[in-house]
């Protein structure tokens, strides 16, 4: 099993900054890939951003793509999440997952059916 939790929501003005982190532990070593998804009310669950455990592949949505910047520090079992020039169409529950998909490794899923692991979500908000 792998646990994941995520900090560093809030509330923000247009424009602003986020940086959200998801702390990964337990059997860490079967991770393949991780991703940042989000849903907003009344929507589906969409992709945002994923990299590959070894942080050699990474994937953005288009509408975020220039703006948001996953990351991990290697030395690490934290992801990272850098929100800047946000809007308030990103306002959102932000979620992290892993997954233990072998077939993951080269290039991270975009469907959040892929990922296996979940964390609880963090609320975005911006105004504007």
């Known amino acids: 099993q792998v646990q994941l939790v995520e900090y560093g929501g809030g509330t923000v003005q247009a424009g602003g900054s986020l940086r959200l982190s998801c702390a990964a532990s337990g059997r860490t070593f079967s991770i393949y890939a991780v991703g940042w998804f989000r849903q907003a009310p009344g929507k589906e669950r969409e992709f945002v951003a994923a990299?590959?455990?070894?942080?050699?592949?990474?994937r953005y949505a288009d509408s975020v793509k220039g703006r948001f910047t996953i990351s991990r520090d290697n030395a690490e079992t934290t992801v990272y999440l850098q929100m800047n020039s946000l809007k308030p169409e990103d306002t959102a529950v932000y979620y992290c997952?892993?997954?233990?998909?072998?077939?993951?490794?080269?290039?991270?899923?975009?469907?959040?059916?892929?990922?296996?692991?979940w964390g609880q979500g963090t609320q975005v908000t911006v105004s504007s």
């Open positions: 990299h590959t455990w070894s942080v050699t592949n990474t």
């Open positions: 997952a892993a997954s233990a998909q072998s077939y993951n490794y080269y290039i991270p899923a975009l469907s959040p059916d892929n990922y296996d692991y």
